[in-house]
């Protein structure tokens, strides 16, 4: 283990107007990183991904002055500064690709059949209160539009029932633009007039959301691979997870199944994405058919 001092990086700093020569990652860095990444995260890169895993570490490692893979990660390992940078590794290694009504399906089996069905349940069990996680949420789009939703189609029918969203992310950034509500034209590109009209206010290039709909969501940094922090997240009612098996081997896909399971109530429902399945992960789902859709109810 390499150690650190004060006089051998000012790493915590902006970069210096020295640039470093750009290095290549060796096989022998990229088995020892993605070893690492795989280990933190459950995201394995394959190793067609190689170039991708380089290309984003390149940036950290540009923005730092470090002059190759190795001390990078030694860096992140074992400097007291690392435990910072961590974050902004995830950043680098994770693809945000998210916009508003995104899964339209999935939507509509939710406040059509999902939600009435659930809430009658708990109607009966004299319960008032539903929980629905975004998980991997990104940058909170997925969990707005699940607001924008419930407060105009199902809030009316049922308006002692109270609903708690969440939306979880393992980039501080992305959970950063969430909290904001503040969003490009990229964002709103597949949203209905009637929503874009009603719920957003054009700022300059920017549209922002209706503090009402703002505050029907809360967002926070959550890792799914570690045992300990989903622990905390529990006796949730729906769980939306899209797009994000696919960067899980199967193995990590078992384990983060697992739990999403545990973290759903009985006769709740987990929806992943269109080019994702459990088959051969999990067992434990009932696969329920929804116009357009499918999604996975735990029994």
């Given at each position: ?12 700093q ?12 060796s096989?022998?860095?990229f ?14 890169f ?9 290309s ?14 190795d ?6 390992k074992f ?6 940078e961590?974050?902004?590794l ?16 999935q939507l ?7 939600l ?7 109607e009966?069990?004299?319960k ?5 996680w ?6 909170g789009?997925?969990?707005y ?5 419930i ?9 002692n029932m109270?609903?708690e969203?969440v939306?979880?992310d393992?980039?501080?950034a992305v959970?950063?633009?969430a909290?904001?509500?503040s969003?490009?034209e ?8 009637y929503?874009l ?27 799914l691979?570690?045992?300990?922090s989903m622990r905390?997240?529990?006796?949730h009612?729906v ?10 081997d ?6 983060v199944?697992?739990h ?12 992943i ?5 459990l088959h051969?992960?999990s067992?434990?789902f009932?696969l329920?058919?929804?116009p357009?859709t499918?999604g996975?109810?735990?029994?």
């Amino acid at each position: 283990m390499q150690e650190y001092t004060q006089r051998d990086f000012s790493l915590a700093q902006p970069a210096l107007v020295l640039s470093p020569t750009k290095v290549s990652l060796s096989t022998k860095s990229f088995e020892t990183w993605r070893k690492y990444i795989y280990e933190s995260t459950g995201i394995y890169f394959q190793d067609n991904k190689k170039y991708l895993l380089e290309s984003r570490l390149q940036k950290r490692i540009t923005h730092l002055n470090i002059e190759s893979f190795d001390k990078y990660l030694d860096y992140v390992k074992f400097n007291p500064s690392g435990s910072a940078e961590v974050k902004y590794l995830y950043e680098a290694i994770t693809i945000n690709e998210t916009f508003f009504f995104r899964n339209q399906p999935q939507l509509d089996a939710l406040v059509t059949t999902i939600l009435p069905e659930i809430i009658s349940s708990k109607e009966k069990l004299g319960k008032n209160k539903i929980k629905i996680w975004s998980a991997a949420s990104s940058s909170g789009e997925e969990a707005y539009s699940i607001a924008m939703m419930i407060n105009d189609l199902i809030r009316p029918k049922y308006p002692n029932m109270e609903f708690e969203i969440v939306g979880t992310d393992i980039s501080n950034a992305v959970v950063d633009v969430a909290r904001r509500a503040s969003y490009k034209e990229y964002s709103v590109r597949n949203t209905p007039v009637y929503y874009l009209k009603k719920y957003f206010k054009t700022n300059g290039t920017s549209f922002d959301l209706d503090p009402k709909i703002k505050s029907m969501a809360t967002f926070k940094l959550l890792n799914l691979y570690d045992d300990l922090s989903m622990r905390t997240m529990i006796n949730h009612d729906v769980i939306f997870c899209a797009n994000v098996l696919i960067y899980f081997d199967q193995t990590s896909k078992i384990k983060v199944i697992n739990h999403l399971y545990n973290s759903l109530l009985k006769g709740g429902y987990l929806f992943i994405g269109y080019s994702e399945t459990l088959h051969g992960i999990s067992k434990s789902f009932k696969l329920t058919s929804f116009p357009k859709t499918i999604g996975y109810k735990k029994e």
